[in-house]
């Protein structure tokens, strides 16, 4: 991997009262990414990747994503965006954060992507279009923890087909840090908010167990490709 920009970065401070707070009767926060192809929903999860989240919301919140294009796309494999404006220049960075990986590169799964030396990240995302990705990307069997993978932090929950249709379009538009990976058509992130998601549906109620012909008792239910950089900033992405 090749090294990026530092000198735009500035200071980060990893306060995870930028999340949303929660409580147990509280649904998690969620991303809502409005493109020029569509809008989708990410769920994210702050019990899981508390620092990751934090780092994600603040972005957000400073308004780091709008205008910007998803400039590299890998059918199959991954879309990438962050920094890179449609105005072809990059955005200013807080300092690296770092690596948390409980969850997995699945498909649908927003992950950050990264230097090879786990503590760098800063803000370029990429979404997972296949189920095979948590083979390369997550973290190594028997490896330290979070000491490698690719740190998800959330996943899409309503718009997946929007993914889709942008990881479909035509690429090769011969701009950015992946020229060959740019679409022909660029897909811009116009804005990205940061809501609640509704509280999930309760289970529903089991049916009461039978009872015994015989003796009138109660019978017991049923059982139930690593990311890499350019030389450009700040330009990590999976490979």
Not at 8 to 28: H, K, N
Not at 178 to 201: D, L, M, S, W
Request: charged residues 15%; contains cysteine.
């Amino acid at each position: 991997m090749r090294p990026i920009r530092s000198a735009a970065c500035l200071a980060f401070t990893a306060a995870l009262s930028l999340a949303l707070p929660l409580s147990a009767a509280q649904a998690q926060p969620e991303a809502r990414f409005e493109t020029n192809f569509g809008t989708f929903t990410i769920l994210l999860e702050p019990d899981k990747a508390p620092a990751t989240v934090a780092n994600f919301i603040r972005y957000t919140k400073e308004g780091q994503f709008n205008g910007t294009v998803f400039y590299r796309i890998v059918p199959d494999f991954v879309i990438q965006a962050g920094s890179f404006g449609a105005d072809g220049k990059w955005r200013a960075l807080h300092k690296p954060i770092a690596l948390e990986t409980s969850l997995s590169n699945t498909r649908g799964s927003i992950a950050m992507a990264r230097e090879e030396k786990p503590v760098s990240a800063l803000a370029e995302f990429f979404i997972n279009l296949s189920d095979s990705n948590a083979k390369a990307l997550d973290a190594k069997p028997g490896a330290a923890p979070n000491t490698t993978g690719y740190a998800v932090s959330g996943h899409v929950t309503s718009g997946m087909e929007v993914v889709d249709a942008i990881a479909a379009t035509p690429i090769g538009g011969g701009v950015g840090p992946f020229p060959e990976n740019y679409p022909q058509k660029p897909v811009i992130i116009r804005k990205v908010t940061i809501g609640v998601a509704p509280p999930a549906a309760p289970a529903p109620t089991p049916d009461a167990p039978a009872a015994s012909a015989d003796t009138g008792a109660t019978l017991p239910p049923p059982p139930a490709a690593p990311p890499s950089q350019t030389g450009l900033p700040p330009q990590q992405s999976p490979k």
